[in-house]
């Protein structure tokens, strides 16, 4: 079986981690050992571009869900990227500071963004995305993109 | 005898509607109409797409520096396609990382940082042609 859900939408494949839950915007959450591990779905990073800079919410700042937990310059735009969950910020990928295309060549993987402690992972959890109802909205975002091209 | 000295070849992106597209070509005219024109040629990356034969044979003959205003790599890839030899290879965003403050916007004309970061980007690729071609008259006369 498959690690992703994949989709093609007219000359660009999407794919979607199974292994881990994911809020609208395409944030991916990944619980490891009572800790969670944040990144961006493979279509965001193809919808925003080669990432430039990537600034990420420095060690040990409290974020509930919703608020800012990174900035991403690329070359097509700057988006704020709000956290999925709420918790504290335990460790920042430094390969954002050096290469932040490692979001673009490796979103699932070497390009995360941060690790987080949340106090209620469960809870959290509920709110959450899996993946293929994060796979039907990313679809349905990708098919409107492409309508624009 | 003496060789008549050749050119470096330089090829920009050719992306249409992408502020870095636009800055890597700034910096290829900058380069071969002002900083290096008797040392360099340009070489419109559509003609190589189109496989003129007349710009292949250019590609192939001379070492080449591409400028690429994204990851996809064309001028990069299309110097390879047409039998050439990549001297160096430029990206745009590697040197805006370099120049936080030099922000390009626009697209048929560039603001005030892109104008700049393309200067920049110039001087870098014009520092390139002269190694490459010292490194050439260092050869010969060995």
Request: with cysteine.
């Amino acid at each position: 079986m498959s690690d992703f859900l994949e989709t093609t939408v007219d000359k660009f494949t999407f794919k979607v981690a199974i292994d881990r839950f994911y809020n609208p915007e395409g944030v991916w959450v990944k619980e490891e050992n009572g800790r969670i591990r944040i990144g961006l779905s493979d279509f965001v990073q193809q919808r925003s571009g080669d990432v430039a800079f990537a600034e990420i919410k420095p060690v040990g700042t409290t974020l509930a869900a919703g608020q800012d937990v990174a900035v991403i310059e690329t070359i097509k735009v700057n988006i704020t990227y709000t956290s999925p969950v709420s918790g504290n910020i335990v460790e920042v990928n430094p390969a954002m500071t050096d290469a932040p295309e490692a979001i673009n060549l490796d979103p699932y993987g070497a390009g995360w963004l941060a690790v987080m402690e949340v106090t209620d992972w469960e809870a959290e959890r509920a709110k959450l995305l899996d993946p293929q109802a994060y796979f039907n909205i990313m679809k349905g975002q990708a098919e409107e993109e492409a309508k624009k091209l | 005898m003496t060789s008549q000295i050749q050119k470096i070849i330089i090829v920009p992106c050719s992306g249409i509607g992408k502020p870095y597209g636009t800055v890597s070509r700034e910096a290829a005219y900058a380069v071969t109409e002002d900083l290096r024109p008797g040392q360099t040629q340009l070489v419109p990356l559509a003609l190589l797409v189109l496989g003129d034969e007349e710009s292949r044979a250019v590609v192939a003959e001379s070492p080449a520096v591409t400028i690429d205003g994204c990851k996809l790599g064309c001028a990069a890839k299309m110097v390879q396609q047409s039998g050439g030899t990549i001297a160096q290879e430029f990206a745009v965003l590697d040197v805006y990382r370099n120049h936080k403050d030099l922000k390009p916007q626009g697209i048929a004309e560039l603001n005030e940082g892109g104008m700049k970061l393309a200067g920049v980007l110039a001087e870098e690729v014009a520092a390139v042609v002269d190694g490459i071609l010292t490194a050439k008259e260092g050869g010969e006369n060995a």
